[in-house]
Protein backbone atom coordinates (compact mmCIF):
# COMPACT_ATOMS: atom_id res chain seq x y z
CA UNK A 1 0.00 0.00 0.00
CA UNK A 2 1.65 3.11 -1.07
CA UNK A 3 0.49 6.66 0.43
CA UNK A 4 1.38 10.04 -1.15
CA UNK A 5 1.87 12.87 0.90
CA UNK A 6 -1.14 14.34 0.68
CA UNK A 7 -3.05 11.30 2.07
CA UNK A 8 -0.52 11.27 4.64
CA UNK A 9 -1.34 14.90 5.68
CA UNK A 10 -5.13 14.09 5.65
CA UNK A 11 -4.83 11.06 7.34
CA UNK A 12 -2.60 12.65 10.18
CA UNK A 13 -5.23 15.96 10.38
CA UNK A 14 -7.83 12.90 11.24
CA UNK A 15 -5.88 11.33 14.00
CA UNK A 16 -4.98 14.53 14.96
CA UNK A 17 -8.74 15.71 15.29
CA UNK A 18 -9.93 11.96 16.56
CA UNK A 19 -7.02 12.10 19.51
CA UNK A 20 -8.01 16.05 20.48
CA UNK A 21 -11.68 14.56 21.32
CA UNK A 22 -9.98 12.23 23.94
CA UNK A 23 -8.57 14.77 25.42
CA UNK A 24 -9.53 15.18 29.54
CA UNK A 25 -7.72 18.68 30.02
CA UNK A 26 -9.44 21.47 27.65
CA UNK A 27 -5.39 23.03 26.89
CA UNK A 28 -4.57 19.97 25.35
CA UNK A 29 -7.53 19.50 23.87
CA UNK A 30 -7.79 22.90 21.67
CA UNK A 31 -3.87 22.56 21.03
CA UNK A 32 -4.28 19.02 19.46
CA UNK A 33 -7.50 20.27 17.49
CA UNK A 34 -5.71 23.33 16.27
CA UNK A 35 -2.68 20.93 15.16
CA UNK A 36 -5.53 18.79 13.27
CA UNK A 37 -7.01 21.71 12.19
CA UNK A 38 -3.64 22.67 10.35
CA UNK A 39 -3.38 19.95 8.85
CA UNK A 40 -6.44 19.66 6.93
CA UNK A 41 -6.23 23.25 6.19
CA UNK A 42 -2.99 21.94 4.33
CA UNK A 43 -4.73 18.86 2.72
CA UNK A 44 -7.57 20.74 1.43
CA UNK A 45 -5.20 23.46 0.07
CA UNK A 46 -3.63 20.32 -1.84
CA UNK A 47 -6.50 18.93 -3.31
CA UNK A 48 -8.38 22.29 -4.04
CA UNK A 49 -11.48 21.89 -1.35
CA UNK A 50 -12.12 25.07 -0.68
CA UNK A 51 -14.74 24.09 2.18
CA UNK A 52 -12.40 21.85 4.10
CA UNK A 53 -9.99 24.93 4.01
CA UNK A 54 -12.85 27.92 5.31
CA UNK A 55 -14.55 25.16 8.09
CA UNK A 56 -11.10 24.40 8.96
CA UNK A 57 -9.63 27.87 9.38
CA UNK A 58 -12.46 29.21 11.25
CA UNK A 59 -12.13 26.32 13.62
CA UNK A 60 -8.68 27.22 14.19
CA UNK A 61 -9.27 30.82 14.57
CA UNK A 62 -11.76 29.48 17.78
CA UNK A 63 -9.23 27.53 19.38
CA UNK A 64 -6.72 30.17 18.99
CA UNK A 65 -8.76 32.30 20.43
CA UNK A 66 -10.33 30.14 23.13
CA UNK A 67 -6.54 28.82 24.13
CA UNK A 68 -5.62 33.18 23.98
CA UNK A 69 -8.74 33.66 26.40
CA UNK A 70 -7.57 30.44 28.61
CA UNK A 71 -3.92 31.99 29.27
CA UNK A 72 -5.02 35.93 29.89
CA UNK A 73 -7.11 33.83 32.64
CA UNK A 74 -4.66 31.95 33.88
CA UNK A 75 -1.97 35.11 33.77
CA UNK A 76 -4.49 36.83 35.86
CA UNK A 77 -5.31 34.84 38.39
CA UNK A 78 -1.61 34.36 39.21
CA UNK A 79 -0.97 38.53 39.12
CA UNK A 80 -3.97 38.04 42.08
CA UNK A 81 -1.94 35.05 43.81
CA UNK A 82 -4.94 32.77 43.11
CA UNK A 83 -3.86 29.46 41.58
CA UNK A 84 -5.91 28.17 38.37
Excluded: W
Excluded at 36 to 54: D, E, M, Q, R, T
Excluded at 71 to 76: A, D, F, G, L, T
Aim: a positive charge.
Amino acid sequence: MEFNIVEIIGYAASIMVAISLSMKHIVALRVLNFVGCSLFIAYGLYVGALPVVVANSYIAVINIYFLYKNHQERKNSDLNGVKA
